[in-house]
C-alpha cells in the first residue's frame, strides 16, 4: 500500500523546486511527523527538512500572532464586559461564564468565516426581538435588558477584538482573520508552499489557500477518491466538489488526480458488541489473531476517548510496541478525585464538615498511606460516636504531630477565599510528593506534576484577574482545565501499533483500520451545537450546521477505508444511558452502497455467560471451630444467636463462630434496631424502680408526664446529641414518643378495667445451665427477659416488639418444625426460651402467660403464645411444665445439632419475601 502523502511526495520529487525548499502545511502536526518519515524514505541523498506546518500554526505565523486559550480569553472578554455593562446590569463572574464560552465559541466562528460583525450582530439582535415579542406597549425592566445584551455584542466583540489586537495576542478565530488580512504581505516572500490532506477548509483557510494559488507560489493536493467525487451525494465530497467547483484558480488549473482505491478488495467486518467493555475484549481478540507485520501497518481509531484505558487493559500481550496519540486524560488520574472530594468540601461553606466527605479525604488511596494507621482510627471513632458532623479541630486533633500541617491544609476553614484554597491544595500536593518519591511511584508522579502546573495556572490567573470570587468559581475553571490537559504516552511515533482519535487519523493510511463506537450521537456526533446563532442565520452567512459535521466525518470515515485492505468496524449494541444502540448511518450506507471487490461481514458479538445454578455451601467442623462453639456453650447461647441458627446455619457459623459481624456505619437516619433500643431503655427506666410493685393509676400517669424526657435522653445516649429537629430523623423521634405514649395509654386502661399488675422483674439478665446428658460439657442458655409480671395472679413473660407482629406468628401446631421454620415460629421460639430461662431459674409459677406486645399491632394488645391442635380450632395459651418439656425437648434437639462435630453448617436458601406497596 502506497500511502497519500507518499505520492504526494512521489509527485513533487520531480519538481522543480527542491523538497527541503517547500514549506508544507498538513491538517495536523501528526500528519507532519509522517510527511518526514515519508521523505527520509523516499531521499536518495542526505537533504534539509523543509518547514512543515500544521494549519493552526501556519496562521499564527502569517498572523504574527501569539495564540491565547480560552480560559485567557474567558477572562480578557469578562473585562471587556465590565467596561461596556453598567454595574445595575452586570453579572458576577460566575453567572458571566455560563453563556460567555458559547458567545466565544460563536466569536471563533464569525472570524474564521470573515463575516462583517456589525450585520450579523444587528441581524441577530432583530431575531431575538422578535422572538420575544411583548404584547404591551412598554417592555418590562427583564425584556429591555435582555434586548439590550444582544445589542452589546457587536460592541463586546470589537472591544475584545482590539484587547488582544494592542498585545499582539488572539484567540484561533482572530489569528485567521489576521492571517487572512496579512497574506498578501506574507506572499511577498515566493516561497513554494504545498497544501497536503485538507477537507473542510473555513473560509479563512479557503480565502489564504486560494491568494497564494493565484499568485503562483502554492499547489494543493486533495485525498479523494474517484469513487465518492463521481458520486455528488455522496457526504464525503461536498467540500471538495465545492471548491473545484468555485474557486477561481481552477477556471483555469485542473486538480491533482483522484486515487482509485476504495474499489480495490477489501475485507470489511461489522461488529456489533454489547457495551465499551465489550468492544475492548473483543478487539484484543483480533488483534491477537494478526500476524506481526500486521500490527506494524494497523489503526486503532477511538470514537470515545473513555475507550482508551478498556482498550490499553485488553491489549494482548503479544503486541510489544505500541504508539498512542491520544493522550490520557488526566481527569481520569486517580488522584484527581482527591481535588474534586476537597473543592466540594469547601464549596459548602458549613462550620463543620460531613462525615462522608471527610472520610473521602483520609481514606483516599493518595493520602492513605501518608496518614498511616490515624485515619483508620478517625474513621472507627466517627462510627463507634456517630459523629454525624465533625469540627475542623475536632479533625486535626486524631492526628499526629507530624501530620497536623497536611490535615489543616485539607480541613481547615478557607472563608471562600480561592487564594488560601490553592495555597493549602500546593501544601498538600508537596506532602504527597515526598511520599511519592519514597516509593517510586513515577506514574503517579507524573500525575501529580500535572495538577501541580494546573494548580499554579489557576494561581497566576487569580493573580492577574481578581474574578474569582469564590471556591464554586474556582471550581469551575479547575474542571474547563482538567478536562482538556492530557498527559502523553511515550512510543516511537512510526513503529508497531497505532491508537488514536479521528481526527488525529487525517492524511494517514493503514492497511488495517479498527474503528470503534460507530453509534449514531459518536460518528457522527449529530446535533450538539452550543451556540447563541440559529440554524437559519448559520445557514444565511455560511456557517457550518450539524449538517456540514457530519460531512467532516463522513469524510473522515471514508477516507480511512481508501486504502485499507482490512477494516473492523465496531458499534454499541446496548441501549443503556445516551446511547440508543443504533449503528450509525456510516455502516447502513457501507451495506447499502456496498462495492463489488468488498468482502462485507456481520457479527454480532455477545460474551458467554454459564448458566450456575446456586450451590448451598457447606462448612465442616474442624477442632477449633469446636473449641469456639464449647466457649459459646459455656457463655450461654442467647435466643437470637438459635433463630439465627435456624434461620440460616451458615450465617450463625459466620457471626458466632467466626466472629464476623457487619461493620460498624454511621446512623445518619435513625436504625430500626436503634429505635427499638430506645424505646426499650425508656421502659427500663420508668419501669425499674417499680418491681416487686403493684402498678397504679397515678404511677402510670407519672410515667405518661417523664416519657418525651425519657426518649429524649435515650436518644442523646443511644444515637446522637444532634437535636432531631428536621428530615426523617424527627419524623423517627415522633414516633418513638408516640410508640410509649400508646404503650403507657394501653397499660393505663388495663389498670382502668380492673387488671391487677405487679413488676415481678424489668430487663433482667438471666443464665441458666441446661441439662443435656449427651454432651460432655456444660452447656447454657442466656438471655434478657424485658419484662416479668403477675396478671390477676398468672405468671406473664412479655417481649417488646417496635415491629409489627401478629398472633398467628404465636401459634404451635408441631413441635418439631419449631426448631426448623424460622418464618412461622421464630417468635415463639424466643418467648418459650424466655419462659425456660425463668421456669429453670425456679421463678416461674405454673401455669403461665408468654408472648410479646408490637407496638405496631397495639390494638391487638398482649399477643400470646398458644399451642394449636392440628386439625382442630382449640387452643390453649397456658404454659404448662408439660409445654416447655415439649419445647426443651426440641430445643436440646437443635442445640446438640449445633455441637455435634459430624454435623456441617450447610446455607439454607433463604426465601425472599416481597413487601406491598
Known amino acids: 500500500m502506497e500511502s497519500f502523502i507518499r505520492e504526494v511526495l512521489q509527485d513533487l520529487k520531480n519538481s522543480p523546486t527542491p523538497l527541503s525548499e517547500i514549506i508544507f502545511i498538513l491538517p495536523s502536526k501528526r500528519a507532519g511527523s509522517y510527511l518526514i518519515k515519508e521523505l527520509s524514505i523516499l531521499s536518495d541523498e542526505n537533504i534539509f527538512s523543509p518547514t512543515i506546518y500544521s494549519i493552526e500554526e501556519f496562521t499564527e505565523v502569517v498572523s504574527g500572532l501569539e495564540p491565547i486559550d480560552n480560559t485567557i480569553t474567558l477572562f480578557e472578554f469578562y473585562e471587556v464586559y465590565k467596561e461596556f455593562t453598567d454595574t445595575e446590569n452586570r453579572e458576577d463572574f460566575e453567572t458571566f461564564i455560563t453563556w460567555a464560552q458559547s458567545l466565544i465559541h460563536d466569536f471563533n466562528e464569525i472570524d474564521r468565516y470573515l463575516i462583517d460583525y456589525k450585520p450579523f450582530f444587528n441581524y441577530l439582535s432583530e431575531i431575538q426581538d ?96 474517484k469513487t465518492f467525487y463521481n458520486d455528488s451525494d455522496h457526504g464525503a465530497s461536498i467540500f471538495i466538489r465545492d471548491y473545484l467547483k468555485n474557486w477561481k484558480y481552477y477556471e483555469e488549473n485542473t486538480p491533482n488526480r483522484f486515487s482509485a482505491n476504495y474499489e480495490k478488495e477489501k475485507q470489511i467486518e461489522l461488529i456489533g458488541v454489547p457495551k465499551n467493555i465489550g468492544q475492548a475484549k473483543y478487539l484484543g481478540e483480533i488483534l491477537t489473531n494478526l500476524e506481526p507485520d500486521q500490527l506494524k501497518n494497523t489503526a486503532i481509531v477511538l470514537g470515545e476517548e473513555e475507550l482508551l484505558l478498556p482498550v490499553l487493559n485488553s491489549l494482548p500481550e503479544e503486541i510489544q510496541e505500541l504508539n498512542i496519540t491520544m493522550g490520557f486524560p488526566i481527569k481520569n488520574a486517580p488522584i484527581n478525585s482527591l481535588f474534586e472530594n476537597l473543592f466540594q468540601l469547601h464549596i459548602n461553606k ?257 460474551p458467554e455467560v454459564p448458566t450456575t445454578g446456586k450451590d448451598l455451601k457447606k462448612v465442616d467442623k474442624t477442632p477449633d471451630m469446636m473449641e469456639k462453639i464449647k466457649a459459646l456453650a459455656y457463655s450461654g447461647f442467647s435466643p437470637s444467636a438459635l433463630t439465627t441458627y435456624i434461620r440460616n446455619p451458615l450465617d450463625f457459623y459466620q457471626q458466632y463462630v467466626l466472629g464476623v459481624r457487619d461493620q460498624e456505619e454511621v446512623e445518619e437516619t435513625v436504625a430500626f434496631n436503634t429505635l427499638g433500643t430506645v424505646v426499650h431503655n425508656a421502659l427500663e427506666n420508668l419501669y425499674k424502680p417499680f418491681e416487686g410493685k403493684l402498678l397504679t393509676e397515678e404511677i402510670t400517669k407519672d410515667f405518661i408526664k417523664q416519657a418525651n424526657r425519657e426518649i429524649i435522653k435515650e436518644f442523646a445516649d443511644t444515637y446522637s446529641k444532634v437535636p432531631l ?101 421464630s417468635k415463639s421460639f424466643q418467648v418459650l426460651t424466655y419462659a425456660s430461662l425463668i421456669a429453670l431459674e425456679k421463678d416461674l409459677k405454673f401455669p403461665a402467660e408468654a408472648g410479646i406486645i408490637s407496638f405496631k399491632n397495639l390494638k391487638s394488645g398482649f399477643l400470646k403464645f398458644e399451642k394449636k391442635e392440628a386439625g382442630t380450632r382449640k387452643k390453649d395459651s397456658l404454659i404448662t411444665q408439660e409445654t416447655l418439656e415439649m419445647f426443651q425437648k426440641e430445643l436440646k434437639r437443635l442445640i446438640m445439632e449445633i455441637c455435634d462435630p459430624k454435623i456441617p453448617f450447610i446455607e439454607k436458601e433463604i426465601k425472599k419475601k416481597y413487601g406491598s406497596f
Open 130 to 225: 422578535i422572538n420575544h415579542w411583548y404584547l404591551k406597549d412598554e417592555k418590562t425592566a427583564l425584556i429591555k435588558r435582555y434586548l439590550a445584551f444582544w445589542k452589546n455584542l457587536p460592541f463586546y466583540y470589537d472591544a475584545l477584538s482590539k484587547r488582544l489586537l494592542s498585545r499582539n495576542e488572539g484567540y484561533q478565530g482572530l489569528i485567521y482573520r489576521k492571517a487572512a488580512a496579512n497574506i498578501k504581505s506574507y506572499a511577498a516572500s515566493r516561497k513554494k508552499h504545498v497544501f497536503i490532506g485538507f477537507n473542510a477548509l473555513n473560509a479563512s483557510e479557503q480565502y489564504i489557500i486560494q491568494f497564494l494559488l493565484e499568485v503562483g507560489i502554492a499547489e494543493i493536493h486533495w485525498d479523494l477518491d
Open 725 to 825: 429537629d428536621k428530615g426523617k430523623n424527627l419524623l423517627i423521634f415522633e414516633v418513638a414518643k408516640r410508640y410509649l405514649h400508646n404503650f403507657l395509654r394501653f397499660e393505663l386502661k388495663r389498670i382502668e378495667s380492673g387488671e391487677e399488675i405487679e413488676i415481678i422483674q424489668i430487663e433482667k439478665d438471666l443464665k441458666i445451665k441446661l441439662p443435656i446428658d449427651d454432651l460432655p460439657f456444660s452447656v447454657y442458655l442466656r438471655g434478657k427477659v424485658d419484662r416479668l409480671e403477675n396478671s390477676n395472679g398468672t405468671s406473664r413473660i412479655i417481649d417488646y416488639k417496635t415491629g409489627k407482629v401478629e398472633s398467628r406468628h404465636l401459634n404451635v401446631t408441631d413441635w418439631e418444625e419449631i426448631t426448623k421454620d424460622y418464618d412461622n415460629y
Open 350 to 606: 458549613n462550620n463543620s464538615f460531613y462525615y462522608k466527605e471527610v472520610i473521602s479525604i483520609i481514606n483516599h488511596p493518595s493520602l492513605n498511606t501518608l496518614l498511616k494507621g490515624d485515619a483508620e482510627k478517625l474513621i472507627i471513632k466517627i462510627n463507634s460516636e456517630n459523629l454525624v458532623y465533625l469540627e475542623p479541630a475536632q479533625i486535626v486533633s486524631n492526628f499526629s504531630k507530624e501530620l497536623k500541617e497536611l490535615i489543616t491544609a485539607c480541613f481547615s476553614h478557607k472563608n471562600d477565599s480561592v487564594s488560601s484554597f490553592l495555597s493549602d491544595i500546593q501544601k498538600i500536593i508537596q506532602q504527597i510528593k515526598i511520599q511519592l518519591k519514597q516509593e517510586k511511584d513515577k506514574i503517579s508522579l507524573e500525575f501529580l506534576y500535572h495538577f501541580h502546573v494546573l494548580f499554579n495556572k489557576l494561581n497566576n490567573l487569580n493573580e492577574k484577574y481578581p474574578h474569582l470570587k469564590t471556591i464554586k468559581s474556582l471550581y469551575g475553571f479547575y474542571r474547563e482545565l482538567v478536562g482538556t490537559e492530557t498527559l502523553d504516552f511515550q512510543g516511537r511515533p512510526f513503529q508497531g501499533l497505532q491508537l488514536m482519535g479521528m481526527l488525529e487519523s487525517r492524511a494517514l493510511d493503514f492497511e488495517t483500520v479498527i474503528i470503534t463506537s460507530l453509534n449514531e450521537g459518536v460518528l457522527p456526533a449529530g446535533k450538539s451545537d452550543n451556540s447563541f446563532i440559529p440554524y437559519d442565520l448559520k445557514q444565511e452567512y455560511n456557517l457550518p450546521t450539524y449538517r456540514e459535521k457530519d460531512a467532516v466525518y463522513t469524510y473522515h470515515f471514508y477516507r480511512l477505508l481508501q486504502r485499507a485492505k482490512n477494516v473492523y468496524l465496531f458499534y454499541n449494541t446496548e441501549t443503556d444511558g445516551l446511547n440508543s444502540g443504533e449503528k450509525s448511518r456510516f455502516i447502513t450506507q457501507l451495506e447499502i452502497e456496498k462495492q463489488p471487490s468488498h468482502q462485507l461481514k456481520k457479527l454480532l458479538i455477545s
